[in-house]
Nanobody, 124 residues
Framework: QVALVESGGGLVQAGGSLTLSCAAS????????MGWFRQAPGKEREFVAA????????YFADSVKGRFTISRDNAKATVYLQMNSLKPEDTAVYYC?????????????????WGQGTQVTVSS
């Protein structure tokens, strides 16, 4: 089992940048494929980005492709989401998730553990 804690959220103007962190404790983070999701008010939680255990493969939602980067430092048990060129529609609570099974996944039900989330607000 792994516990996940997100940090780094906040208020930023459109066009700005933020870096979210997801710190893992418990089982070794390198045992998990990791993902980021987000949920805006009144909307379903949606996939943002994912990274394989080794960090050698990543995948992004079309809405963030070219603006967001996902990375991980297994030695520090941390996964990052670098967000650039932020838009008001990126406003949401961002969640980190861990998946035990092989491969990258984009659906919520494919992840086993979740953090509590961190709020990102982008003002226009």
């Amino acid at each position: 089992q792994v516990a996940l804690v997100e940090s780094g959220g906040g208020l930023v103007q459109a066009g700005g940048s933020l870096t979210l962190s997801c710190a893992a404790s418990g089982r070794t983070i390198s045992d998990y494929n990791m993902g980021w999701f987000r949920q805006a008010p009144g909307k379903e939680r949606e996939f943002v980005a994912a990274i394989r255990r080794s960090g050698d493969s990543t995948y992004f939602a079309d809405s963030v492709k070219g603006r967001f980067t996902i990375s991980r430092d297994n030695a520090k048990a941390t996964v990052y989401l670098q967000m650039n060129s932020l838009k008001p529609e990126d406003t949401a609570v961002y969640y980190c998730a861990a998946r035990r099974r092989v491969g990258i996944a984009t659906r919520r039900e494919e992840y086993d553990y979740w953090g509590q989330g961190t709020q990102v607000t982008v003002s226009s």
